[in-house]
């Protein structure tokens, strides 16, 4: 259906997409998976017309058509759902549907009959039961998800292009909107699937694609092909994605939490934490696992509960300082809008907790700081031209390790990882594992915040479930098993185990 041939974009200094070539045929779902770096992105913006400046050839069904503006793109039938959904959420889901392209009359008003009409229909396909006039903002991310599928089929797509779909969504939802990738397939369409998730790549694909460094390393039919052959082609070099077997730490307890609430987000939160462990806590979207940690780090006042650190049992702290002061650090879920500043160079980021702490103590040079970054650059095995780049032009998994490396500037001696691996690509989520498991190995204490069942029974050493608010498991890791996390994540099993006594005080 689609072809591209030799497409070829650079930018000042990098090679993004060098002589690119790739097909898809109608009614299949094509996987295109890389590292971050490797052009996925730039490919993406090809196809949806919004990068210009290529060369190459784009033919669909076998003539040449020319992408130079997204509106290029909707008129020859391809829709391009991002990461970063692009819906107005103070429109309507209606309007957002028929955005730009509302049905008007001769004399030039909007023909909402029509678009009412049009909307239901769709709607009704998808099972999406939501009111047409219902303003996106009050929409999940999975329903606005599937409104931005809705726009797809009103411009009757011949090819929709998913960039990271799942990047948000519960396990539950995942399930939803594979059948909506299956329902477009029976219906002739096809879908360009972009991923790091490669459990669900082998799930939905029926073929696969790989770009490393901006070339085209080859197709795959998905029964042809390994997970372990896949990502030894994205790296370049054999990646063992296979998790050692943990057992539960023998360390003594370093951290205690005890009766934590905050009405409507959680309630009655208990746990320890020993020095050298990871404790992983699951449990779906919504769950209040965020929550929880938010209220610990002191970024949620109105909590309530107590906390033992340092010896003695205190309140929860009521900022982030007086969190970051008992040692506490968080690697929140969102790394840019909440864990780096993105204009600023990766020494000032990486030196920006370590100088806060030593402001009032005595003058910093540019030496010091810069002694300090050279050392997490090293010791993080960060990529970067240099410490005075700029972080926003690093891959996700660098500026992960960014983050990771202002709170060990920091001498945290907790950290707590939300959703540490999200949005970035293999070789990066193995980088940051290996890191996690050498901090504790160091004796540091680790929550681990996952939505990735494979990242939460092979990291963790002992794992939590929530359920609305609530903890409904915990295991050991020799325990712990996908069926049973997701019966309690669900909230269709308990199993909780009890402190022993004499700990609580």
Known sequence: MLELKDITKKFPGVLALDRVSMSIRRAEVHALVGENGAGKSTLIRVLSGAQGGWSGQILLHGKPVQ????????????????????????????????????PVGVAGNILWSVMNASVTTVLDKLALGVDPNMEVAHLSVANRQLVEIARALTIKAQLVVMDEPTSSLSGTDVDRLFKVIRDLKAEGIAVLYVSHKMEEIFQIADRITVLRDGQTVGTFERQEASQEQIVALMVGRP?????????????PVIFRARGLSHPGRFSNVSFDLRAGEILGIAGLVGAGRTEVARAIFGLDAAASGRIWIDGRW????????????????????????????LSMTVKENISLRWLVARMRSFF?????????????IERLQIRTPGQDQIVRNLSGGNQQKIVVAKWLAARSKI?????????????????????????????????????????????????LVMHEGEITGAFVAEEASAERIMACAAGLSRNEVPFPEGEDE
Do not use: W
């Open 239 to 251: 990646v063992n994605m296979l998790y050692e077997k943990r057992h539960s730490s023998t360390m």
């Open 415 to 463: 950290l707590f990882f939300d959703e540490p691996t999200r949005g970035i690509d293999v070789g990066a989520k193995k980088e940051i594992h290996d890191l996690m498991l050498e901090l504790v190995s160091q004796g540091i204490g680790i929550v681990m915040i996952s939505s990735e069942l494979p990242e939460i029974l092979g990291m963790s050493h002992r794992i």
């Open 364 to 376: 910093v040079t540019d030496e010091l700081e810069s002694t300090l970054a050279r050392e997490y």
């Open 67 to 102: 992408l130079s503006t997204p509106h290029d793109a909707l008129r020859i039938g391809i829709a391009t759902i991002h990461q970063e959904l692009t819906l107005c959420s103070n429109l309507s889901v209606r309007e957002n549907i028929f955005l730009g392209r509302e």
């Open 314 to 341: 205190r309140s929860l702290p009521r900022s982030p300082s007086e969190g970051m002061r008992l040692g506490i650090g968080l690697i929140p879920e969102d790394r840019k809008e909440q864990g780096l500043v």
